[in-house]
């Protein structure tokens, strides 16, 4: 079973419309952790936020924001004010105790920001 | 800043050869990943490895096996490669800890095999 699940495959919006990617996740543990990561064309993974499961508060860095809700087992990646630049491969991944650093990604949804 | 490199960002092989990649970090992490990322499929663990000489397999080992000889290097091996071997190899790095730490990427190996 998936433990990551990111419905969205690909989303096109004009730049400078809000835009939320989605991430459901399923997991037995107390103890997890959550990731986002950016693939730009370039190929790269960069590293964007990493959310423990004892921290429910929304953050946000710039234009970026999260919002992790346990209820409903998600966290979900809102970018305001998108841009060109943000045109990118994101991926959503999870980490439990148990498993160690062995991480489980989402297939990803593809952001095209179109000028 | 962490540095991970791969030793290729393109390769084309032939069906049947051995194909190496090689994989550096810079930043004396314990852990060391492989994934191969196909369209559709997101990333998939193939092997990891917590330390020098170890390794465990990850969620699609078939056809492949890994290398640690030294902490900061972490080979991949196509012992024959197949066509459905063709991919993009993604190489990952982490710290160890009793709290996940993020992993760090490598800018990839796109592979192909005629």
């Known amino acids: 079973a998936q433990k990551v699940t990111q419905a969205q495959t690909e989303i096109s919006v004009v730049e400078k419309e809000d835009v939320t990617l989605d991430c459901v996740y399923e997991t037995r543990d107390t103890t997890y952790y959550l990731f986002w990561y950016k693939q730009p064309p370039s190929g790269e993974l960069v590293f964007l936020i990493r959310r423990n499961s004892f921290d429910e508060q929304n953050e946000i860095s710039g234009r970026y924001s999260w919002n992790f809700q346990k209820s409903t087992s998600s966290f979900n990646f809102t970018i305001t004010a998108s841009q060109v630049v943000d045109s990118a491969v994101y991926f959503c991944?999870?980490?439990?105790?148990?498993?160690?650093?062995?991480?489980?990604f989402g297939t990803g949804t593809s952001l095209t920001v179109i000028p | 800043d962490v540095k991970v490199t791969q030793s290729s960002r393109y390769l084309v092989k032939r069906t049947g050869e051995k194909v190496f990649l090689e994989c550096v970090q810079d930043m004396d992490h314990e852990n060391m990943f492989w994934y191969r990322q196909d369209p559709g499929l997101g990333l998939r663990l193939i092997y990891f490895s917590y330390d020098v000489k170890m390794k465990e397999k990850g969620d699609i080992p078939e056809g492949y096996s890994v290398s640690r000889e030294k902490k900061e290097r972490f080979s991949l091996i196509l012992e024959s490669a197949s066509t459905n071997q063709t991919s993009m190899y993604l190489c990952?790095?982490?710290?160890?800890?009793?709290?996940?730490?993020?992993?760090?990427f490598g800018p990839g190996t796109r592979l192909t095999v005629t």
């Open positions: 990952a790095s982490s710290a160890t800890s009793i709290r996940a730490y993020e992993q760090y």
């Open positions: 991944a999870l980490s439990e105790e148990r498993t160690g650093n062995q991480f489980y």
